[in-house]
Every structure is written in C-alpha cells, then in structure tokens.
C-alpha cells in the first residue's frame, strides 16, 4: 500500500469531484494521504478532510503566500494542532520565487510556526523554493529545540540533501523524479539513504511521466515509487515499506 505525505484535496481543482477522487484511492492501493493546509481556512478544510475520511490525516499552518495574515491567523491555528489527526504544522518555509509576500514577514511567520513546533512538539513540513540559504538558517537554529520534519518536493541538490538530512529531517521526492530533466532530483534520490525517505504527489500540482500536465492525484504514487525504486535498484516493496516506516516515525500521531 502506498503513501501520499504531501497533497492538498482542498484545492479548488478538486472542487467538482473531490469525493469521487478520494474514493477511488483505496482502489488504487493508496493506503494514507496527509492533506497539508496553506492558509487558515485550507487548514480547516484539512482536518475537515481528516474527519470525514479514515485514512487522511492533517498539517495546519500558513503558507509562505500567505505569510501576511499569520499574526491574526497563528492563534486560529494553533487550536487544530491538538485534534487527533494533526500530525505536523505545515507547509511553512520561504518562497522567493514569488514573493507574493515580503522576505522579512516570510521569515517572521516561519519562525512563529517553528515556535509552535517546540512548544507542541510537532513536526514541521517545510516549503522551499529559491531560498534554501535563508531556509537552512532557520532550521538549523532550531535543531537545539529538537525540531524535526519533512521538506516537501525537494528539488535540491545532494550538497544541500546532506545538511537537511545532518538537520534529522526527511525528504519528500514528488512526481518531478520521473522528469526526463530531472538529473538532480536522481542525484539526490540515489545520495538519500531510504530510511530518510518520503513520497507525495503535492496533488493537483506536478503530475509525474506519464501524465505530465494532467491534474494530479494519490493514485500516481505508484510511478514515483517505482522510479525511486529504479534508482536505488531495489524492489518496488522494499521502498513502500521504507516509505510507510519512514512516515510513521516522522508523524508519531499516525496509527
């Protein structure tokens, strides 16, 4: 059975048939899916999700996009963190693509979820996108505090994979492993060692080959499993097992 650790069913692209999509996950060996909220209503539409369906669990945070309502926002979120199926604050971090929001409030609000993590001693799932410096120094000074958790979609570079993993966080590898481009996500997949290992699909973004440029679901895993599988040379079932261990060690709230 395999694991999505990162979508987000909330999205508006699942607007029209989200309960159909979910059902037919089940069927297609997709035993956990964790529906990371971005904003303080996708939060609640998280562990709304988790509520209604067994095998999906939550992350409550906000955004780098949103980063400018966290002040308001932090204090409504921090009350999801104690329901049963939140299992980790996210997805946080920095984002300067974009930068829909201000670097300094981007910063501000990653470290006010840091803070929460400490203080509730949960995990933290990271967003990082053209900001990996500025990202790390945060990370790192929170690793006195025993934080841990997941950076999600990584894109980085075997150099960079090491000082995560030096962190004692996870990496998550999504649908861009199986890019025909994608020469330093295989570098990266091939240094990772397994037990550090996670999969998702960040649904309904970054569909893998062969369905590229299609919405994504949790029933794609299967293609990215293979491909890490293909890489480390290992079974298939060596790396759902490893995948499954990995999870629940990461996110302790899961049965």
């Not at 955004?63 to 049963?84: K, T, V």
């Not at 990370?139 to 006195?144: E, L, M, Q, T």
């Not at 794609?220 to 999870?247: D, F, M």
């Amino acid at each position: 059975m395999y694991i999505d650790a990162h979508a987000h069913y909330d999205d508006d692209r699942f607007a029209d048939d989200q309960a159909q999509v979910l059902s037919r996950l089940l069927q297609n060996d997709i035993s956990l899916v964790i529906n990371s909220g971005a904003n303080l209503e996708s939060s609640r539409q998280s562990i709304q999700l988790a509520k209604t369906y067994p095998f999906i669990y939550a992350c409550c945070g906000i955004h780098p996009h949103e980063a400018e309502s966290y002040i308001e926002d932090l204090p409504l979120i921090e009350e999801m963190l104690s329901h049963e199926k939140c299992v980790a604050i996210g997805e946080i971090g920095l984002d300067y693509h974009y930068e829909n929001t201000r670097r300094d409030i981007q910063i501000e609000a990653f470290r006010a979820h840091m803070d929460l993590a400490v203080k509730h001693q949960l995990p933290v799932v990271i967003h990082n996108r053209e900001s990996t410096q500025d990202c790390l120094e945060v990370v790192n000074d929170y690793r006195k505090d025993g934080v841990k958790g997941l950076f999600h979609c990584f894109s980085g570079s075997p150099e960079v994979a090491k000082i995560v993993l030096d962190a004692d966080y996870h990496i998550s590898i999504g649908g861009t492993v199986t890019f025909k481009n994608a020469k330093k996500v295989v570098e990266t997949v091939k240094y990772v060692p397994l037990d550090r290992l996670l999969t998702e699909t960040d649904s309904p973004y970054l569909s893998p080959e062969p369905n590229r440029g299609k919405r994504n679901n949790s029933s794609n895993i299967p293609y990215i499993v293979k491909k890490i599988a293909e890489i480390k040379n290992v079974p298939v079932e060596k790396v759902v097992k490893a995948v499954e261990q990995n999870t629940k060690e990461l996110f302790k709230k899961i049965k």
